[in-house]
């Protein structure tokens, strides 16, 4: 098997715990003044990549795991974490707060970046949680003409550049077989993500965290879906009160569910 150059693109998105609000332009939502952090499903690819390397699961070996990302100088934060993870060196490409890539920008952007980083294995989210398009993975693959496993639950490496992947679908799972170079999505049963810990974060300041411009790769960031309003959807109204069963019945029967 060939030594894995992996590319790991990570996405800074609010933080999961927070709850997001419409502008008052409603226009967009409001990031300012707002918690972010790495995008969870990325998180589970930087886990993911580094794992391969620690148990030694692939027969050539690791020989780099680049972090990518695209977005304002904060996004530097998530590099910085992904590094302090176990990622070599990370890539940064400048984009101003709120003129973020579709997802078909990302994907032709990652198709100049792993063209740039002769990488053969890209891991990423299978979606990010703040627009939930869940395609550039798909895109990419399309794009670079590579095969694809997406929402992986397990990844195995075997003889001859083969790569197993297991992924849940309805009613089981399913377990897909390809070559390298290719591209996975992970999906959360994969793993549980470490906390980067004190020492690793030090030593995350000493990697190399290289900056970039959509220019330095030919990339044009204008969008092509413009966004005419954003509002909260309506609050939730409560239910009816029934006195007993026999209500209940009766209830369920005039709405049609039994």
Avoid: C
Avoid at 200 to 210: H, Q, S, T, V
């Amino acid at each position: 098997m060939s030594a894995l150059r992996i590319l790991v693109p990570v996405k800074r998105v609010i933080d999961y715990a927070v709850k997001p609000r419409v502008n008052k332009a409603q226009t967009a939502v409001e990031t300012t003044g707002v918690k972010h952090s790495m995008n969870p499903f990325d998180e589970l690819s930087i886990e993911e990549s580094v794992r391969i390397r620690e148990k030694k699961s692939a027969p050539g070996g690791v020989e780099d795991i680049v972090a990518f990302s695209a977005g304002p100088t904060k996004a530097q934060d998530i590099l910085r974490t992904a590094m302090a993870m176990g990622a070599d060196r990370s890539i940064h490409v400048e984009v101003k707060e709120g003129d973020d890539l579709e997802p078909l920008g990302v994907a032709k952007l990652l198709a100049k970046v792993v063209e740039a980083e002769k990488s053969n294995l890209v891991v990423l989210g299978k979606q990010s949680i703040d627009d939930d398009a869940g395609q550039t993975g798909q895109m990419l693959a399309g794009l670079l003409g590579w095969s694809q496993a997406t929402q992986a639950s397990k990844v195995s490496f075997l003889e001859g550049d083969k790569v197993e992947v297991t992924r849940e679908v309805d009613g089981g799972v399913e377990t897909l077989r390809a070559k390298l170079p290719m591209i996975i999505t992970t999906d959360l049963r994969l793993n549980e993500p470490r906390y980067a810990s004190l020492p690793n974060i030090m030593k995350a300041k000493k990697k190399k965290l290289e900056k970039k411009t959509l220019a330095d790769y030919g990339i044009d960031g204008t969008r092509r879906l413009k966004t005419t309003k954003v509002i909260e959807p309506p609050p939730r109204q409560g239910g009816g009160k029934v006195e007993d069963v026999d209500g209940m019945i009766s209830k369920l029967k005039e709405l049609g569910a039994i």
